[in-house]
């Protein structure tokens, strides 16, 4: 069997039984848990099938994980001078309500791409998607807006391609380097469809001479866009921020130097638990952090107050300690923690144990012990990967957890350890307390992150054509 067919079996196998493990947890208990459904060992041999077919050529030459069934980047093809790039982005940003965009840092991500299209002569045709319309026209989620900003921001025009009916004629006028940008395409219903039906693959590849995926936020979805389309256009091949984003995860948790820690925060126990499971395998400190200690600490006794709590997750919670032990894995708890009667922040605040959290009141940040705590064991790590805050960072009152985690994983960084941020809230935790650039990676993708620490295959890079 060759290694894509393997990769593809995996593919198959592997979310149906995690959605099985999900849909059952509150039947569980801590005997019968068995973390996804699947052994550790094959959860493993799943994710080194996938990690084997993954390129990450031409942007650093210290990864081990290189040899048979790489996919193949742009940086493999060769002359692409007026050859029609079909690309898909993910360049899904906030805008307000006068459409201008308030944050374009996953325009930014996909410039190296652009730029090197550009160079070489390639005549650009942009594919994305902004928001959820379902399938249906919706001008409230049109991307014009979105090629007017980048224009502006590439100083050239972005030329906008309202439908695909304009489509064949408006790209064959594109001169070579030009840029054009596609309508919303989760404005056809055909693009999120759950079936085989390739009609609007084929429409789609007829506006390109080969394929490329930079859209790694979209990545873990089976769309038409994002993975179909490589079946029927070729070659099919990845861009360079879809190519960074593997190439930095992967190295992350396949090739850690060690000590190895890992961050896992945020509210809830349910949404991380693929997370908290495939990290046991890989990691040598695991501080769990947030609101989702606190169904931990339940689990062992302590008193928690008004903490938040997933009473149906106990038992999960257990088991997990019972792995990190079995594993030998360092589990790292608050011992502190600041808790509040007010969630709002106007109330009164004390630091109290983790254990001991008085009725009336809840933990909502990391205390000072523990923030010390969390600091020392990053400092002297080799390999960081943080998925989830360790307190309400929104609020600034709760957010000097959060805040110590990440100038900790900063300081690490500037030692020479490799740091990684992934999912959406940790990320937005970074940017607004750091310098994205100090840090060795920052995700752009949220749930395709996560799906990735979880040992997901991505159905987007699984489509691209091997090396
Ligand atoms: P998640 O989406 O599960 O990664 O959770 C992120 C959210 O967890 C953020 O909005 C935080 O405000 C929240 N969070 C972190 N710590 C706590 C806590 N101790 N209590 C309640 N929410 C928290």
Redesign the pocket.
């Known amino acids: 069997m060759s290694i894509q067919r393997i990769a593809f079996s995996a593919a198959n196998l592997q979310p149906r039984v995690s959605y099985q493990t999900q849909k059952n947890e509150k039947n569980r208990n801590a005997s019968d848990f068995s973390f996804s459904g699947m052994s550790s060992a094959s959860s493993l041999a799943v994710r080194n099938n996938f990690m084997s077919n993954v390129s990450f050529r031409g942007l650093d030459n210290d990864t081990k994980n290189t040899g048979a069934g790489l996919k193949k980047s742009i940086k493999d093809l060769d002359d692409i001078q007026g050859k029609r790039a079909l690309v898909r982005v993910d360049i899904n940003v906030p805008l307000d309500e006068n459409k201008n965009v308030t944050d374009d840092t996953r325009i930014q991500a996909i410039r190296p791409t652009l730029d090197y299209l550009k160079d070489r002569g390639a005549k650009i045709v942009l594919m994305a998607h902004l928001g959820r319309p379902k399938g249906q026209r919706n001008e409230e989620y049109s991307l014009k807006p979105v090629a007017d900003y980048m224009s502006e921001l590439l100083g050239e025009e972005v030329v906008f391609i309202p439908d695909i009916k304009d489509a064949p004629e408006m790209v064959n006028n594109l001169k070579n380097g030009q840029i054009a940008l596609l309508e919303n395409i989760r404005f056809y219903k055909e693009e999120e469809a759950k079936n085989d039906d390739m009609t609007f693959a084929k429409e789609l590849a007829e506006l390109g001479d080969f394929y490329v995926n930079d859209a790694f936020g979209a990545a873990h979805r089976n769309h038409t866009s994002t993975a179909k389309l490589a079946e029927v256009l070729k070659p099919a091949v990845s861009g360079l921020l879809m190519e960074k984003e593997i190439r930095c995860l992967s190295q992350a948790l396949d090739n850690p130097e060690r000590p190895f820690t890992a961050i896992v925060?945020?509210?809830?126990v349910s949404?991380?638990i693929g997370v908290l499971e495939n990290l046991l395998d890989k990691v040598d400190n695991l501080i769990i952090?947030?609101?989702?200690?606190?169904t931990f600490v339940k689990a062992n006794g302590g008193e928690i107050g008004n903490?938040?709590c997933e009473d149906d997750q106990i038992e999960v919670a257990r088991a997990i300690m019972k792995k990190a032990e079995e594993k030998g894995v360092n589990l790292i708890f608050d011992t502190d923690?600041l808790a509040t009667d007010d969630?709002s922040g106007n109330g009164t605040t004390k630091i109290v144990k983790i254990n001991e959290i008085p009725d009336g009141f809840?933990?909502?940040?990391s205390g000072i012990e523990s923030r010390e705590k969390f600091a020392d064991v990053l400092k002297s790590s080799k390999t960081i990967l943080m998925?989830?805050?360790?307190?309400?960072?929104?609020?600034p009152k709760?957010s000097q957890g959060?805040q110590a985690v990440l100038a900790a994983i900063v300081d690490a960084t500037k030692n020479g350890a490799t740091s990684v941020i992934g999912?959406?809230?940790?990320v937005a935790a970074a940017k607004q307390f750091q310098d994205a650039d100090d840090f060795t990676h920052v995700s752009t993708g949220g749930g395709a992150s996560l799906e990735f620490i979880e040992g997901k295959i991505l159905p987007g890079v699984d489509a691209l054509d091997d090396v």
């Open positions: 925060g945020g509210s809830k949404s991380k952090g947030g609101g989702m200690a606190y903490s938040l923690v969630f809840m933990g909502v940040d998925n989830g805050p360790v307190g309400v960072f929104e609020n709760f959060t999912g959406g809230d940790s």
